[in-house]
């Protein structure tokens, strides 16, 4: 039978395990705060796109993977804790921008051997020497 306190242990060993394996050997413990508060921005994004409209057109979860819900708890509880001292915790402000043209957007996902889809002028940018 296992204890509650080897139980604990065996479930933060496990967390580690799968942060190392999705993120890699250098994913610690910052790594691991700035993907709680970068999953929190999203979910405040998807509440503020569903009750006000879309918060900001060009803003995105840059990562694969969610973190477990014990660190969102974690990080929840560290900011509610010391909100004014915790550095990188609080939420700027959305970016204006509204969203991209389609000839933007196209630009942002061709690859280079389909730029013979887009105007003479936007083929530059979609290829491997864009300044993009």
């Known amino acids: 039978r296992v204890s ?6 065996g479930a933060a060993a496990s967390r580690r395990l ?6 890699g050997a250098g994913f610690g413990v910052e790594e691991r705060a ?7 921005r999203g979910l405040t994004w998807c509440a503020h796109y569903y009750f006000h409209g879309c918060a900001d057109w060009r803003w995105h979860f840059g990562y694969h993977y969610a973190p477990f819900a014990i660190d ?5 509880a560290a ?3 010391s909100p ?3 550095p990188g915790r609080t939420t700027p ?7 991209l043209s389609p000839l933007q957007a196209l630009t942002a996902v061709l690859p ?5 889809l887009l105007p003479e002028s936007y083929r530059p940018l979609v290829s491997s020497d864009s300044p993009l």
């Open 4 to 9: 509650a306190s080897e139980a604990v242990l």
């Open 18 to 23: 799968e942060y190392t394996q999705r993120f």
């Open 34 to 40: 700035s993907l709680c508060r970068a999953h929190l």
């Open 72 to 76: 969102l708890a974690a990080e929840c």
């Open 79 to 81: 900011a509610t804790a």
């Open 84 to 86: 004014k001292s915790a």
């Open 93 to 99: 402000p959305w970016a204006a921008d509204g969203p």
């Open 112 to 116: 280079p051997v389909s730029a013979a």
